[in-house]
């Protein structure tokens, strides 16, 4: 890999400081080759170097840099004979994606949002297990709707929640389930009369939505309820910062772009891009 580099270095009719940028940029493609060769890679293997610099917190302008100079190396390569096509032609570097209008929930607040929860209760007991799956495994309100008992499994080892969301007609994604999450699952089935896989995971509450799969507005009324009560009701908090707080606080753990892609199900490494740029922000403003 690295004769490819300085073999392409040499033929550009650059400045040294552009001829230094390639230079840099191509080192951290060589670095996540291992220094193996860059012969025989397709778009696929491109798509997931994109995500490895996306993990690394690049702006998007650092980012498009790196993904050109990959692209230009190819294109030498190609008119080498080195190489039959450019894999990384099509890929693409991010434009600085749209902002969330909602705001994520704090660690702090995120404690205090289940400290409001009366859990001595049964309907207390639900709303935990119903707000974990939201603020810490991202669950989207008709995901929680569509959710059934059965739905909760077993895959490799760990326990996961199959889910169907919007404009989904099945239920082939999941989401893996913290120990955090599961115990407040286990406790709430564990208080349930009725354990047949195709009954809804949550019921609704009261005399006309008792024993009737909850609502999208029955989940919004508990959740603004329980920000009311926790005193963190502000403007930009919603019951959608729910699913926005569990990314934030999955990224500030340590999760790679590739784990939030997969916890929100997100179609597309620039949609979980956004979230890594708004936790970097998060963080330069708690170092002020």
Known sequence: MADFIDDFIESLNRRETTKETYRKALREFSKWLGGTSPIGLTSKDIEKYKE????????????SAYLTAVRRL?????SEGRVSENPAKKVKGSSRPRRHLTEPLTRVE???LFSAIDTSSEIGVRDVAMLSLMARSGLSEIEIIRANLGDINNRGGKTVIYVQGKNKDK??????LTPEVKHALDKYISQRESFKESDPLFWGIGNRA???????RGIR???NHYFELSGIKRKGITPYSLR???????IEDGATVTEVKQMLRLKTVDAALVYFEEAQEIRNKSIK
């Open 52 to 63: 490895y610099i996306i993990s690394k917190n690049l702006s998007p302008t650092s980012m």
């Open 74 to 78: 190819y294109e030498y390569l190609l």
């Open 110 to 112: 995120v404690h205090s």
């Open 171 to 176: 239920k082939d994604e999941y989401v893996i």
């Open 210 to 216: 008792k024993n009737l799969r909850v609502t999208t």
């Open 221 to 223: 009324a508990r959740v």
């Open 244 to 250: 926005h707080t569990a990314a934030i606080l999955a």
